[in-house]
């Protein structure tokens, strides 16, 4: 018996071993082949104090606050480029992404099995992505940090960080991400006829994660001249327009969580900019690819006069076009492949999305024509349907409070503004692509390149006294979330006050209470907050079963 036992544990010892070496071997990526590595010894330079420079490349803190930078030359290349221009930020971001994720899931344990689960997930990853974005990524991930190895190789954390987005839109509802709202219009509801475009990138992880944006402009070896918005070490894009006018926005719609690695849609997005010059050849590359998660891509071109947005699932693509002289993206589909689909319908019975795009429609009907002012006032606007005051930071309107960036363009005019911060409530800065690319790829000193008499003045409400409430009620909100503390009368009538008809204040309070098992106060809050307009059905049940809960409590004592 002894001897049984005795092999039985050496043979599963074995399996155990077998299997992890297994695991090692499939989940090892392995690097992308370089032929030429010389430009890793490319050095930083600075000419002139405030702009340094790299081979065909240069970066800048503007004075606006923004960062710029130019990059040239191969895949390879551009990717080294990028890292060693922006090195601190690439550093600092990874810091800012890994700290926010030991937040959510503060478990060490639970973090390494996930590190091993993502590990596995995607380790087809490579094959989804194309060998030019793949030596970029490469490129840029030699400047990471050998701080954050215990994750995985540079490489592979920086190529599996460029599907944050994804899994964030798949993780939605869990602290990661709330909702993009877009808009395009042309013809007679624009100011000069030609067509404008509005986004608000609404990706949240973090205050920190949106301090760092950094307008990149691109001249790649192969296909168009482009930019895009975009953070330290991330070279896919989410917001960009090229030099043809072709610009590109990306809105999650509802997905079942994925099940097997594909291509990030950001990366997508970046080689739909790189290579398309109309709304057909943006099609055919969407559809070439595989995607992890339900995605709408916003495809505004200058060559065809109008916006189209191609709706795209892991298993399905769809175009939808209209006959109106604008168009809107929430985070529903609309084509005719989609608009009976179960995930979509429930989506816009259950989400903030029909709501936001019935929103956005009447912002831009009481426009009676819109130029980029107009634009950003609409990306702006915190209230709910017919103007009604629904609190600072609801879901449900366009300005949430959260976006890591705004854009407008004008592609027809090579125009594009980037909102500088906080959020889109801090004014907007101009550029011309067509003077970028001519006049300034080769910056010898620091200089500004932006339009200055295009740039957007910051909305007033953000020198308001409203607005430092907000800032007051989400510093008093992670206050209260703490287990350890202890709430007085006056810190709850000041939190009240500070953002009084947002539902999420009460909802604040009612948790409290309830962990405290104060029962009929919790119940007095949860009930206050059902009053409010309130962003998803998800909250509204949570909120009635709490309810319920509460008085069972109380008719316990």
């Not at 892991?314 to 005719?336: E, M, R, V, W």
């Not at 407008?408 to 005019?413: A, L, R």
């Not at 339009?451 to 020198?463: Q, R």
């Amino acid at each position: 018996m002894k001897k049984f036992f005795k092999y039985s544990a050496l043979l599963i010892l074995l399996f155990a071993l077998v299997c992890t070496i297994y695991f090692i071997s499939v989940v090892n990526i392995e690097e992308p082949h370089i032929g030429n590595t010389s430009a890793l010894d490319w050095q930083i330079e600075e000419s002139t104090p405030g702009l340094t420079s790299i081979n065909g490349g240069w970066f800048r803190k503007s004075g606006s606050g923004l960062f710029e930078m130019f990059v040239s030359g191969n895949a390879f290349e551009r990717g080294v480029s990028n890292g060693k221009l922006a090195e601190k930020l690439v550093l600092r971001q990874e810091e800012i992404f890994v700290e926010q994720i030991k937040r959510i899931v503060p478990s060490k344990t639970y973090l390494k099995f996930l590190k091993y689960l993502v590990g596995w997930f995607n380790k087809e990853l490579p094959n989804h992505v194309s060998k030019e974005q793949l030596e970029e990524i490469y490129g840029v991930s030699q400047t990471f940090s050998d701080e954050f190895n215990f994750i995985a190789p540079k490489y592979i954390r920086c190529l599996n960080y460029h599907a944050a987005h994804d899994i964030g839109h798949a993780l939605q509802d869990r602290n990661f991400t709330v909702g993009c709202t877009s808009f395009s219009a042309w013809d007679n509801k624009t100011k000069d006829g030609s067509m404008i475009v509005g986004r608000n990138f609404d990706f949240y992880i973090g205050d920190e994660f949106a301090e760092d944006k950094i307008v990149n402009f691109v001249s790649p070896d192969s296909g168009y001249k482009l930019m895009f918005v975009t953070w330290g070490g991330f070279t896919g894009a989410v917001s960009g327009m090229n030099e043809t006018g072709l610009s590109v926005t990306i809105n999650a719609a509802k997905s079942d969580y994925p099940t097997g690695a594909a291509t990030p849609i950001a990366l997508v997005a970046k080689e739909i900019l790189q290579y398309a010059s109309n709304i057909n050849e943006a099609y055919a590359i969407a559809n070439s690819r595989e995607t992890f998660v339900s995605e709408s891509i916003m495809v505004a071109s200058a060559k065809d006069g109008r916006t189209a947005i191609i709706e795209k699932s892991p298993t399905k693509i769809g175009l939808h076009l209209t006959d109106n002289n604008y168009i809107i993206c929430a985070n529903n589909f609309q084509s005719d492949t989609f608009k009976n689909d179960s995930l979509n319908i429930k989506n816009i019975r259950t989400s903030s999305s029909q709501y936001r795009y019935n929103r956005m429609d009447e912002l831009i009907h009481e426009n009676e024509v819109i130029d980029y002012t107009e634009a950003a006032a609409i990306l702006r606007d915190r209230y709910g349907k017919n103007g009604e005051v629904i609190g600072n930071g609801n879901e449900k309107a366009m300005n949430q409070l959260i976006a890591h960036h705004a854009v407008i363009f004008k592609p027809e005019q090579r125009l594009v503004w980037v909102s500088v911060g906080p959020y889109q409530i801090g004014k907007f800065v101009c550029y011309d692509l067509n003077t970028v690319f001519d006049q300034h790829a080769d910056l010898s000193a620091d200089v500004d390149i932006s339009v200055d008499s295009l740039e957007i003045p910051a909305d007033d409400f953000m020198f308001s006294v409203e607005y430092e409430k907000f800032k007051r009620f989400r510093t008093l909100r992670k206050e209260i979330t703490r287990e350890d503390y202890k709430l007085t009368q006056e810190v709850e009538g000041e939190f009240i006050e500070s953002n009084p008809y947002y539902y999420l204040t009460y909802y604040s309070l009612g948790d409290y209470y309830f962990e405290k098992k104060e029962f009929n106060s919790a119940k007095i809050f949860y009930e206050q907050a059902l009053t409010k307009t309130l962003p998803v059905t998800q909250e509204r049940d949570y909120l009635n079963s709490r309810i319920e809960k509460c008085n069972k409590n109380l008719i316990k004592k």
